[in-house]
Nanobody
Framework: QVQLVESGGGLVQAGGSLRLSCAAS????????MGWFRQAPGKEREFVST????????YDADSVRGRFIISRDNDKNTVNLQMNNLKPEDTAVYYC????????????????????WGQGTQVTVSS
């Protein structure tokens, strides 16, 4: 079992930045590819970004590419999402998730590919 806890959410003005963190316990994250998803009010949860177990490759959704950067520190058992140039449409609850690294077919862009989920952290971007 892996327990994931997100932090770093908050209220920010459009154009600002936030850095989300996801801390894991229970198992080392080096055995997992990691991803970030988000869910806005009244909308389905959507893929944001994913990174391989080693951190050597990442893949972002078109809507955030060039603005968001996913990274990981396996020694600290954490995954981060640096969000720059935030827009009101980025407002959502952000979730981190872990997928077994042995699973084929990365990048994992659907929820079903992930085994563990955090409880989410709220990001609100004001215009």
């Amino acid at each position: 079992q892996v327990q994931l806890v997100e932090s770093g959410g908050g209220l920010v003005q459009a154009g600002g930045s936030l850095r989300l963190s996801c801390a894991a316990s229970g198992r080392t994250l080096s055995s997992y590819a990691m991803g970030w998803f988000r869910q806005a009010p009244g909308k389905e949860r959507e893929f944001v970004s994913t990174i391989t177990w080693s951190g050597g490759r990442s893949y972002d959704a078109d809507s955030v590419r060039g603005r968001f950067i996913i990274s990981r520190d396996n020694d600290k058992n954490t995954v981060n999402l640096q969000m720059n140039n935030l827009k009101p449409e980025d407002t959502a609850v952000y979730y981190c998730a872990a997928a077994a690294a042995s699973r084929p077919g990365w990048p994992f862009r659907t929820q079903s590919r992930y085994d563990y989920w955090g409880q989410g952290t709220q990001v609100t971007v004001s215009s």
